[in-house]
DNA sequence: GATGAATGAGGTTTCATTCAT
DNA sequence: CATGAATGAAACCTCATTCAT
């Protein structure tokens, strides 16, 4: 039983090594040996708990997808109003962008790139992406749809899209203070862009 | 007398040869021959016009955005009324989208990621895309000023920051659209969205 | 355990390698793979232990004259008269020249017009270069000074300069051998030139 | 006529360029677009004058070794005594050393590598060169002859081996002050030279 | 005759993968 | 199991040579 913990600690081990050299270099151009030396383990062994690169890139991708989970769960714990509820959540997301650094988003371009062009991974790579999207999609949608339910926000909006856009927009803006952060305020932009799409979504 | 040849005219055709690469295979995994094939020359003769593979995924780039370029002039010719305006350029980009296709907007992750990754290109990289994404946000933050000295926008939100928001907005929209068209219908969303924003915009 | 191998050993090997194909190709036109033949190993194995070509070039020139300095100590531990260890050395270069043969010393052209062309290689190939020359130099300097000190050698000769002198005809002669063996015995010449130089030295 | 004329005269242009660029970067790393460039005239041209790059080379080093034979005929004419004649001879050649500079006895490192390396070019290079070789020798032989006879110099040495040895000299000395300027004055060693080999020649 | 655009053979180098220890 | 030495396919890039103008 020992050695079986033994085998997923060190799996998890290549992984995380894998996906702090994709941040630094990014995928392709991140190679085995600079994985095998981060986890400090032997290039060989590396094929001993993956197949191949591919292999690799996809579980890591998986890894860091699950990983990601997690936080949503966080979400889906409050109790608030739908209006409150709607800041935390939004407020929640600032949080996560200072915690985590850049490093951990800008892994997701390369994730995203990466799904897009190599034909191989395409399918894979967006059932995975879709359930994370849909995933924080859902969050919101609820919470707006429980607004709904109870009469403070418009009857005429579709939950889902309204979830869409502000997960859209939390993605977007990230790219814009990952570029331009003197210019880009990610922190004080949120706390407007609640402000205007709780103003825009309540019952007159 | 020397073969008359139109040198930027080839060049041109490289660079989009490459950008259809890019867009293909991901930047990294494109090679020299498959861009000199697309372009339907010799593989020496892309050395004859640029200096390297990073001189072409550099000039790619910002041929790339100087083309964009061009549709920002497009929007900012509008002569309606703010309101009307805003909505008029969220539809534009709708059928931006529409017609450029995914492809126009998947090389944008990989030049992101590049942009990320590659410390040699960084600093070059940012300056093109702060641009490009400042020019955008412009675009929006100037209709909001437009409606707030008219009386018409609530006077407390920053314009810079609402046009940041609605930029990143579009952005991030795309990217779930890419993902899971299915579910992420672009083009009501943008709509919805339009009528959230503007709703949370206005003067009560 | 990984496989238990003499990388100083291999690393020779190579080195030795490369320089018979500098001496048949030309160090210029040597390649990687010729060597890798020439040292039955895979292409990419030489990167396991050198940088680049060029650090097999001036890797390869030091070991070379590193190889070299081994001489000058065979002729140090003579101890006859500064006439006779004159002769005797002088000897002893007819020796090596038949014992190495022409290839060692065709390597040596290379090298010169290496350190002499390329500006990256200079500085360092002109350090060794010095002191190669100027350990053979010092050598015959020291017999001649040996002999003014014991009074038969004339007082007005500057011995470094007499070494200069020496060894530049025993290099000069080496040229004219290597190419014109038959109308330039190399033997006899070094022989007729030691009765010169010591007649010219000896005090009246 | 004039066409003929003018053909002759841009051969020239291209070999004395090619020289120019062997001297600077070495034979093997000399580019035919560097030659044409420092002869300002179109690559393409090139090949109008000469077959191929080897055949510049050949003819390069032709027209270099044919250059060099005009300096003999000018120690020939000289009219002095042996004693005279052989300093003078000494003195003149460090006169070409001070006027020509390094750059032209650089190039001469360059040829002997490429004769001795490249099997197609050895037998041609081997007879030019010991042709330019054998023509020195013979000057300083004639005059060593003609001490012989007169009675000046020693009857039991050969003049051949003299010769060879006299060139071998200043061919090998000047290497050291390539090399090694500073510890190695050239000047002064072929002085030194002179009166060693004159003093050892000399009848007793 | 003169040119330089075009080319591909062949060079150097990288790196995922295998395998003997 | 773990390792890293070994490998060759394939990448980037150079450059002698050809050829249309």
Redesign the pocket.
């Known amino acids: 039983m020992a050695?079986?913990i033994?085998?997923k600690e060190?799996r998890v081990r290549i992984l995380m090594a894998a996906l702090k050299v994709f941040a630094e270099k990014g995928i392709?151009?991140?190679?085995?040996?600079?994985?095998?030396e981060e986890a400090?383990?032997?290039?060989?062994?590396?094929?001993?708990?993956?197949?191949?690169?591919?292999?690799?890139i996809f579980s890591a991708f998986s890894f860091f997808i699950e990983e990601s989970k997690i936080s949503i769960s966080r979400i889906k714990s409050l109790t608030d109003s739908p209006e409150e509820k709607l800041k935390k959540a939004l407020l929640f997301f600032r949080e996560i962008v200072k915690e985590e650094g850049m490093q951990t988003f800008e892994i997701m371009f390369d994730f995203w790139a990466m799904g897009i062009k190599e034909k191989k991974y395409r399918s894979d790579f967006y059932k995975y992406l879709k359930d994370f999207y849909s995933g924080y999609r859902n969050v919101f949608a609820n919470i707006i749809r429980e607004g709904q339910v109870k009469g403070v926000f418009k009857e005429d909006i579709s939950p889902e899209n309204a979830g869409a856009m502000i997960i859209g927009m939390l993605d977007g803006l990230m790219v814009q203070w990952i570029l331009d952060g003197k210019n880009v305020n990610y922190g004080i932009i949120v706390k407007t862009m609640g402000e205007i799409i709780i103003s825009g979504l309540k019952e007159e």
Chains 1, 2, 3, 4 share one sequence.
């Open positions: 050695k079986i033994d085998r060190k392709s151009s991140a190679t085995i040996r600079e994985i095998a400090n383990i032997g290039k060989g062994t590396i094929y001993e708990y993956f197949k191949s690169k591919d292999d690799i």
